[in-house]
């Protein structure tokens, strides 16, 4: 055992991953939160993000399976839908449907409360997890010399009560992107983490709906993704109780749906293809649209910093959050959780320079790989390096190959499902073969050009004989 008691600051997705982890490891593991945790099904305020389209990609099913065993099976039970991660959802990108096969990589697209209820429901039945809720997270409690945090500073939501101290041998602040840290540390005399930004000016706007003809056949899910040519994008599955769709629409730089009925459904019909309009206009809307906001995707870099306390330690979206778009950050989360789990299976104690320098390096892929395509629209700001530009011209041919060849589907969806590598992307197999579509498409559109201008002249004397 590594000590008493281990306090998780926020029972979101991270910190449930986090508890269940730290349950192995000290006598106690207590979580606390602001919301009503146990027995909430839906939405909550603490999350409002959670409103909105959340999808478990690949990677994070088999992390998740593997700290929760059985997850998988009691989320199917319970009407959530599960499928193939190429082969039962159906993905367009620019105007264009990818290549569908069965890439065996399963994906969780379900809606985030239900996904979020399951891995509590499981993490609460650990016995020596407790839940305190809510309760506002105000502190920390530290040693005189503030070499050591000895605790939380919490404080019950009612009216009159008073600040209290929760004693922990570690304290892990999980609040997700909102999180107080870095003033804390400052506070305390300790440098705050650089972070890096990229300004996306992101909005998901979100309509529950119940169709009359149902979109999906043996599909979980019909996605538009927006890309540089075609900005506007749109998630949509169903709930798990058959009849409800969650359908997100996503639009950067300022360009958001709008929350009115109208507005809603004219965003709809702009999108690169009808497919979502034909079944938005004959269901009925269940609810309001809801809109969130995402100004930036961040990365505070807790791995550069030289001093930071003993007992203490940062994890999820306080550390990183990512362009929600690529549906990285539950996974990551995931990533993170067992790389905690492998440090405390040692006898040492948690050093957090360890902690903090294994994560940055499981963070660093999916955060290329977003913001080197968030870097692909001319409207966001930041570096293009060489290599940002180079993979911004690639990746365009990589999803026009996507389109006529499964393989590259597959490829493509294995990086963005976070199971491998982007640059196996740049593998050779992959590259003759999206090197193979752009020689079709070019000899293709020669061809157009060709039987256009032979088609002109005729036109025109057609018109001068008239
Ligand atoms: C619109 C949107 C869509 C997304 N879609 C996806 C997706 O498809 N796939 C994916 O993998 N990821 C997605 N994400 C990211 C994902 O939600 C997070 O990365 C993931 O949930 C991990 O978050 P977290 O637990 O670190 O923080 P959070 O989910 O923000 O949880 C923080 C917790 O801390 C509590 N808390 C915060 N401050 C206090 C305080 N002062 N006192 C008490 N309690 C407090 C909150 O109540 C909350 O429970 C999306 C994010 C957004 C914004």
């Not at 306080?318 to 996974?331: E, R």
């Not at 490829?411 to 196996?424: K, Q, T, W």
Request: with cysteine; aromatic share 8%.
């Amino acid at each position: 055992m590594h000590g008493e008691r281990a306090v998780v600051l926020g029972g979101g997705m991270a910190g449930l991953l986090a508890a269940r982890v730290l349950s192995d490891a000290y006598t106690e593991v207590v979580v606390v939160d602001r919301d009503q945790l146990t027995g909430t099904a839906g939405a909550r305020n603490g999350v409002p993000h959670g409103r909105h389209a959340h999808c478990l990609v690949a990677r994070g099913q088999q992390i998740y399976e593997q700290l929760l065993p059985g997850l998988t099976q009691g989320l199917s039970d319970d009407g959530v839908t599960l499928g193939d991660f190429n082969g039962q959802i159906q993905w367009y990108f620019n105007g264009h449907k990818l290549a569908a096969s069965d890439s065996g990589l399963i994906c969780v697209s379900s809606g985030r409360p239900i996904l979020e209820q399951h891995v509590r429901q499981r993490v609460q039945a650990t016995p020596n997890v407790r839940f305190i809720e809510r309760h506002d997270i105000v502190g920390l409690a530290t040693t005189p010399d503030r070499q050591r945090v000895t605790g939380a500073r919490i404080q019950r939501q009612e009216q009159g009560s008073q600040v209290e101290e929760l004693p922990a041998d570690l304290v892990i602040d999980i609040t997700g992107r909102g999180s107080r840290m870095p003033a804390w540390l400052t506070e305390l005399g300790y440098p705050a983490p650089r972070e890096d930004r990229i300004k996306v000016d992101l909005a998901y706007t979100t309509r529950h709906f119940r169709f009359k003809t149902n979109p999906f056949t043996h599909d979980i899910a019909i996605n538009q993704a927006g890309t540089p040519v075609a900005p506007r994008g749109v998630f949509c599955y169903l709930l798990p109780d058959g009849e409800t769709v969650e359908l997100s629409l996503t639009g950067v730089l300022g360009d958001h749906a709008p929350t009115d009925s109208e507005g809603f459904a004219d965003y709809v019909k702009s999108l690169p293809l009808p497919l979502h309009w034909e079944f938005v206009r004959d269901a009925e809307p269940l609810d309001d649209p809801v809109r969130f906001k995402f100004p930036a995707s961040v990365w505070r870099h807790y791995e550069e910093l030289d001093r930071f306390p003993e007992g203490l330690l940062v994890m999820g979206d306080a550390v990183c959050s990512f362009n929600p778009v690529y549906a990285q950050g539950m996974t990551v989360a995931g990533m993170e959780a067992l790389t905690l789990r492998s440090l405390l299976k040692a006898p040492e104690p948690l050093n957090p320079f360890q902690f903090f320098g294994e994560i940055s390096g499981q963070i660093a892929g999916p955060w290329q790989f977003s913001a080197i395509a968030d870097l692909g629209y001319a409207g966001v700001e930041g570096e293009r390096s060489d290599e940002v530009n180079l993979v911004n011209m690639y990746v365009p041919s990589v999803l026009f190959a996507a389109t006529m060849d499964p393989v590259v589907t597959d490829a493509f969806l294995r990086v963005a499902g976070l199971v491998e590598d982007p640059m196996s992307l740049m593998h050779p197999d992959i590259a003759v073969r999206v090197g193979r579509a752009m020689q079709m498409r070019r000899t293709l559109m020669a061809a157009q050009a060709a039987q256009a201008a032979q088609a002109a002249p005729a036109a025109q004397a057609a018109t001068a004989g008239d």
